[in-house]
């Protein structure tokens, strides 16, 4: 069975920081690209950051470059999102998004930044 666990989301305020994680079983791990992506409140999901299994390219959307560091453990079939120096309009829920011959979502992790 496929599962894709997100933690780590909150409350913050503005400029603080989070570290998501999510936690995958049932598939081969190190062979998947692996992404964040984000719904903010009454908008659609977008693409936030992603990092490949082989070569550990990563792609940023430009609004989080500098601010967001996405890292994985094949070992632990574990993926990463740091968010640092976060602001209001990062205000969403997170989704972990597996994909090469198929795509697999998480549940979501809500972060919150607000004062």
């Known amino acids: 069975q496929v599962q894709l666990v997100e933690s780590g989301g909150g409350l913050v305020q503005p400029g603080g920081s989070l570290n998501l994680s999510c936690a995958a079983s049932?598939?081969?791990?190190?062979?998947?690209?692996m992404s964040w992506y984000r719904r903010p409140p009454d908008m659609q999901r977008e693409l936030v950051v992603s990092?490949?299994?082989?070569?550990?390219?990563?792609y940023y959307v430009d609004s989080v470059k500098g601010r967001f560091t996405i890292s994985r453990d094949n070992a632990k079939s574990t993926v990463w999102l740091q968010m640092n120096s976060l602001k209001p309009e990062d205000t969403a829920t997170y989704y972990c998004?597996?994909?090469?011959?198929?795509?697999?979502w998480g549940q979501g992790a809500q972060v919150t930044v607000s004062a």
């Open positions: 998004y597996a994909h090469f011959l198929r795509g697999y």
């Open positions: 049932g598939f081969d791990f190190s062979s998947y690209t």
């Open positions: 990092i490949r299994s082989n070569d550990r390219t990563t």
